[in-house]
């Protein structure tokens, strides 16, 4: 691998949505869900975190396991901005963006892991 994982554009976006849902926290709804703020957060984090850290392996094998623990906490946020519609806490407005990207960052994981897959076949 010779990208670093700041380069990877599916860590970027990772970026861009950690800065969405930390914007959405700011919401005065949230003020008092510590324990719902602090599980987001930590699942956001983690999308970004997990890329980073199977990068640093230099073994496609190891990129792609972490990848996919990527990948579930991509799931993990997007379940959690459905919760806090549903809770009340937001409109779906608001987490409209969030939710998109979410996608998007997970279906660029799932190609990310085909591709390495592939490569690991050669």
């Known amino acids: 691998m010779t990208k670093s994982f700041e380069e990877f554009e599916v860590y970027i976006k990772g970026i861009q949505l950690a800065k ?3 914007k959405l926290l700011e919401n005065k709804t949230f003020e008092k869900e510590f324990g719902f703020q ?4 930590r699942a956001v984090i983690s999308i970004t975190n997990n890329i980073a850290e199977g990068s640093e392996y230099n073994s496609n094998k190891q990129l792609i396991k972490y990848l996919k623990i990527s990948k579930g906490s991509c799931a993990e946020v997007r379940s959690m901005l459905i919760l806090s519609r549903e809770l009340g806490f937001c409109e779906q407005s608001q ?3 969030s939710y998109a990207l979410s996608i998007e960052i997970s279906q660029n994981l799932s190609n990310f892991i085909k591709y390495l897959n592939s490569k690991n076949l050669k």
Do not use: S, T
């Not at 602090?38 to 957060?41: D, H, L, R």
């Open 20 to 22: 969405l849902v930390f």
């Open 38 to 41: 602090n599980q987001i957060k």
């Open 95 to 97: 987490i409209q963006g």
